[in-house]
């Protein structure tokens, strides 16, 4: 006989952001999951909270699905060798993120170069974050740095083995628009998305991706178009953001005056949906463990998108961008929640206000598959309410 699935309730919410642009606010109070997804939302008075497992007083804090960090670079667990730094995953999820997405395992000491062995590495990876979660974490890895002497047979390979993503085009030796668009174009016959990087190069062997070879390759996701470090000219980023329909995806690892000038221009072109965020980190710069809360709150405040529609940079419109199964309040969908206040003595007359204005939210609590994952954040400023489980 089969369990039954654990009922999540979470009540006395003050506002819910749904991740969807087109209908970022929804008026509810309450939300109801069941096995980890979500089954109904609404006002509390019109539903059934009866023998719930779990139940959250939201105490009037904000809820949104979970935020998601399009763009990161791991290697192993939760350690990164760049940093010498151990649980910045962790860190991570106190910054109310709950989903990651490698752009390729590129730090890994020694990574093999040889279609074999990245190949290996690329499918081992898949599957040590498949088979171990750090806190809870959804880490989706295993992203294949494309390399000269790759065939087809390769990447049905890897999208049998379980492979989804492709790691930055350009980070390895495939540099002309020709051979990689020939790559790309069989990763996408077998199912496997593609990341281009944009700009100036970012570590040694990388280099300059231009205009010109990101809309020649036609990858799916255009790698931090503002930069990672160095943004290519405006007028390559305008035309990016005029001439493809492919994610334009905005990293705090980059340049910031460019994630304004994307921002604005997408805006202009009624491409806002195309936005979404990363922090490509770990890197140089370090790890962000507010990386997308901070892009969020500087692109609402300096890009004049109102906070209910940048929240969607940060969850839905990744969701939608990268097919995924969380970042949008929707049947079905993974119950992946962060709950969050205005932080104790910030401008503004609600969350909303505040961010607007540039400042971060303080984060409560995260829950990941209808499970709580953090309490109270130790990295954001100190909310003005808390929620609890009672």
Not at 167 to 179: C, N, P, S, Y
Not at 254 to 272: D, F, M, P, S, W
Not at 337 to 355: R, T
Request: aromatic content about 4%.
């Amino acid at each position: 006989m089969s369990e039954t699935p654990q009922k999540l309730v979470i009540r006395n919410i003050g506002l819910m952001l749904s991740g969807k642009m087109e209908a970022p606010i929804y008026e509810a109070d309450c939300i109801i999951c069941y096995g980890g997804k979500i089954a109904e939302w609404g006002r509390e008075k019109d539903m059934n909270l009866e023998d719930a497992d779990t139940v959250i007083d939201a105490a009037g804090v904000t809820l949104a699905p979970g935020l998601i960090d399009s763009h990161i670079h791991p290697v192993v667990g939760d350690y990164t060798p760049r940093q010498q730094q151990l649980h910045w995953i962790d860190s991570t999820l106190h910054g109310g993120v709950t989903t990651l997405i490698s752009a390729g395992e590129v730090h890994m000491p020694g990574r093999p170069k040889d279609v074999v062995g990245l190949k290996a590495m690329a499918i081992a990876s898949q599957r040590w974050y498949e088979n171990f979660r750090p806190s809870g974490m959804k880490v989706h890895a295993g992203a294949p740095v494309i390399e000269h002497g790759m065939v087809e047979e390769d990447f049905k390979d890897l999208a049998n083995a379980g492979v989804t993503l492709l790691g930055e085009v350009g980070l390895g030796t495939v540099k002309d628009g020709k051979t990689a668009q020939q790559m790309v174009s069989w990763a996408r016959k077998y199912g496997i998305q593609s990341t281009i990087h944009t700009g100036g190069p970012s570590i040694p062997g990388s280099g300059l991706i231009d205009a010109d070879m990101v809309m020649e390759t036609g990858t799916d996701v255009i790698g931090h178009i503002n930069g990672g470090h160095s943004a290519l000219p405006d007028d390559q980023i305008i035309c990016l953001c005029e001439s493809c329909k492919a994610a334009f995806e905005i990293v705090h690892n980059g340049n910031e005056r460019a994630a304004v000038l994307t921002v604005n221009t997408a805006r202009e072109l009624g491409k806002l949906d195309q936005v979404i965020l990363g922090t490509d980190g770990p890197a140089g710069s370090g790890v962000q463990p507010l990386g997308i809360l901070r892009m969020i709150a500087m692109l609402s405040a300096f890009g004049n998108v109102p906070a209910e529609i940048a929240f969607c940079f940060g969850n839905g419109n990744t969701s939608r961008q990268r097919n995924l199964d969380t970042g949008l309040i929707e049947k079905g969908m993974c119950a992946d929640f962060v709950l969050m206040d205005q932080a104790q003595h910030a401008p503004g007359k609600n969350i909303l206000e505040s961010v607007q204005l540039g400042n971060l939210p303080g984060v409560g609590m995260t829950v990941i598959d209808g499970v709580v994952t953090s309490m109270r954040s130790r990295n954001t400023p100190p909310a003005n309410r808390l929620p609890q489980v009672v």
